[in-house]
């Protein structure tokens, strides 16, 4: 035990020497390779990010919401993101992060990368509906909520005709859409389990500002309870919510495992997000830089579907640990769901009028939803 405080409080004392003299970059970068406890590796990797920073053409500052350490059950992937955009614009980029919400997190990160405070931001799709309405159609229920439907319609020309242009006409450029995992069902302590949607009545349901969202777990059943984010974990606890829906990801980085009972896999809606860049700096760029930076990010978009199991087994281990039961549903139980409240119902036409622009551009959208892309992804 001694020894591992010594190893704790030397990578500490090595963190903060870094950082003291200006490369906190590489300071994350030590502590994301284990390496903050060696003098020699931390000395060498802080002399190549000088030596990257000193020979990069540009600097693009990306800011997240999530600690580094977040991929493990929270695949978002930006110290990868990172390195390839360096080694795919041969060293004239050098990504500076700025993890863990230090420059802000969700709206406030896309209005920094919107204007021009950063050249590039995380953020989640529903924080980028109120600079691109049609991109809060993801949160139409079984629209594109399974992994594989999202990755689908994301990645299709349909989707890059109709809704690329409104993002960069509010003065973005989406990147790479990072896949998480759908929303699920997660009940408080002492609720009782949720398979059908019978199940969810008078359930006071966690809910953000999405009017869609609202809609649906009326639709479905559930009591509406719109909580700020970071008042939820209070609110669950406390039972002013019973219930809420971020991904089991979502739940196991930001500390609900001691307070829930039952998860169920309702695959309703994506908790997806989104890279976003500031396109007034990347139209500046050189056209190879430009190419390298879209090759990182569809390099990191492959990475990150690739990952999305992974996380998710490590989540739902350590949920598992907590006394939480997970639930998946069978095809004719996910019917019901659908049924009950899904995006074939006349309730949503407005939404899609609105949205997509017309009924015919969103049929579209849920063509290019439906058909299999170039990429896999595992869906729970």
């Not at 409080?9 to 300071?27: I, P, W």
């Not at 509906?129 to 594109?144: E, G």
């Not at 989540?315 to 039961?325: C, N, R, Y």
């Not at 009924?359 to 992804?377: C, D, I, K, P, S």
Request: proline share 4%; glycine share 8%; aromatic share 10%.
């Amino acid at each position: 035990m001694k020894k591992k405080d010594e190893l704790t409080s030397h990578g500490r004392r090595n963190f903060l020497k870094l950082t003291a003299c200006g490369g906190f970059t590489a300071a994350l970068v030590a502590g994301a390779a284990g390496t903050l406890w060696s003098d020699e590796a931390v000395a060498q990797i802080a002399q190549e990010e000088r030596e990257r920073e000193k020979a990069a053409e540009h600097t693009m500052t990306l800011a997240t919401a999530y600690l580094l350490g977040a991929s493990r059950s929270y695949p978002i992937m930006q110290l990868d993101l990172k390195e390839n955009i360096q080694n795919a614009t041969n060293g004239k980029v050098y990504v500076k992060l700025a993890p863990g919400g230090q420059l802000g997190a969700g709206g406030a990160l896309a209005q920094a990368v919107q204007g021009g405070t950063i050249q590039a931001a995380q953020h989640s799709l529903s924080n980028f509906a109120p600079f691109a309405s049609t991109v809060d159609l993801i949160n139409m229920p079984y629209f594109c909520g399974s992994n594989q439907r999202f990755t689908n319609l994301v990645t299709s020309d349909a989707w890059k005709k109709e809704v690329h242009p409104k993002i960069e006409a509010s003065g973005f450029k989406a990147l790479f859409y990072v896949v998480i995992d759908p929303r699920v069902v997660a009940v408080r302590k002492g609720g009782n389990k949720v398979i059908t949607p019978a199940d969810l009545d008078g359930v006071k349901f966690r809910v953000p500002g999405s009017a869609m969202l609202q809609q649906y777990y009326r639709m479905v059943g559930a009591n509406p309870t719109p909580v700020a984010w970071g008042e939820t974990p209070s609110a669950i606890k406390q039972g002013v919510a019973d219930a809420l829906d971020p991904s089991v990801g979502a739940l196991y980085v930001f500390g609900f495992k001691d307070i829930l009972s039952h998860v169920t896999f309702t695959q309703a809606v994506p908790d997806s997000q989104v890279y976003s860049m500031n396109l007034e700096w990347f139209n500046s760029l050189p056209p190879d830089v430009q190419e390298g930076i879209e090759f990182a990010g569809e390099v990191t978009a492959q990475q990150n579907l690739a990952k999305v199991p992974a996380a998710r087994s490590f989540a739902m281990s350590e949920l598992v640990k907590s006394g939480v039961e997970f639930h998946s549903l069978t095809d004719d139980q996910l019917a019901e769901w659908q049924a009950a409240g899904g995006y074939q119902r006349t309730e949503w036409d407005d939404f899609k009028k609105e949205l997509a622009g017309s009924m015919e551009a969103f049929a579209q959208l849920e063509e290019a939803a439906n058909t299999q892309g170039r990429l896999y992804v595992h869906d729970a």
